[in-house]
């Protein structure tokens, strides 16, 4: 099983969707979490950080659940400037990344 | 710009050339990584730094790989002898500790 995995989509929606990412996480890769957002042929960029209290970033909320070893980005009133690929990232020492989820967002 | 820098931001070499990437974090940051991404796949890890000790290699970073991180500050991934499947993006990121990361732009290596 992989350390951190996810849902590689693609998601395509309409703008002004409403769009969830879900990730599931090992043992192994369980210290910090974050998301990453990457555009084609670009280096990742941080999103934000997930917690278990959840956090909210504008349009972005991201969700940690330790018991169910689940984590969550959900995007609301997508812009198409959301289009991207999401990565779920754990953390032992090194970043562990999911496979990435690709998003693409019409009008 | 304080950000993270990678050199340089492409290269291409011929196969069995030796080649040597340099990243330079956020000075703040202590840990340093390096991962390797394709087109079409999520980064793949390589190696990190704490400080000047290198903490963790992966088993895919063979011995033709090697990087360093001499003082805590920048460090440099090598290669030698490259091989085409060597071909790919390779990233730097620093970070404080267990904080975020932030990635440099990366180096685009070529092998023909």
């Known amino acids: 099983r992989k350390e951190v995995e996810q849902d590689p989509g693609p998601f395509n929606v309409p703008e002004g969707a409403t769009v969830a990412f879900n990730c599931t996480y090992s043992?192994?890769?369980?210290?910090?979490f974050f998301w990453y957002r990457q555009d084609c042929r670009k280096e990742p960029k941080l999103l934000m950080s997930v917690y278990s209290s959840g956090n909210e970033d504008g349009r972005f909320t991201a969700q940690l659940n330790r018991a169910s070893q689940y984590i969550s980005l959900l995007i609301r009133d997508s812009k198409l400037s959301d289009s991207a690929t999401y990565l779920c990232?754990?953390?032992?020492?090194?970043?562990?990344f999911g496979q990435g989820t690709e998003l693409s967002v019409k009008p | 710009d304080t950000g993270v820098s990678q050199n340089p931001r492409h290269k291409i070499t011929k196969r069995g050339q030796n080649v040597t990437f340099r990243c330079d974090p956020i000075s703040e940051h202590n840990r340093l990584y390096w991962y390797r991404q394709t087109l079409g796949q999520g980064p793949e890890f390589l190696t990190y730094?704490?400080?000047?000790?290198?903490?963790?290699k992966s088993r895919l970073l063979s011995d033709r790989f090697s990087a360093e991180r001499p003082k805590g500050s920048f460090s440099t991934l090598e290669i030698q002898r490259t091989e085409q499947g060597d071909s790919a993006m390779y990233l730097c990121?620093?970070?404080?500790?267990?904080?975020?990361?932030?990635f440099g732009q990366g180096t685009r290596l070529t092998v023909v």
């Open positions: 730094f704490q400080n000047e000790a290198q903490l963790e």
């Open positions: 990121a620093s970070s404080l500790d267990d904080t975020g990361a932030f």
């Open positions: 043992n192994s890769a369980s210290q910090s």
């Open positions: 990232v754990g953390t032992r020492g090194k970043l562990i």
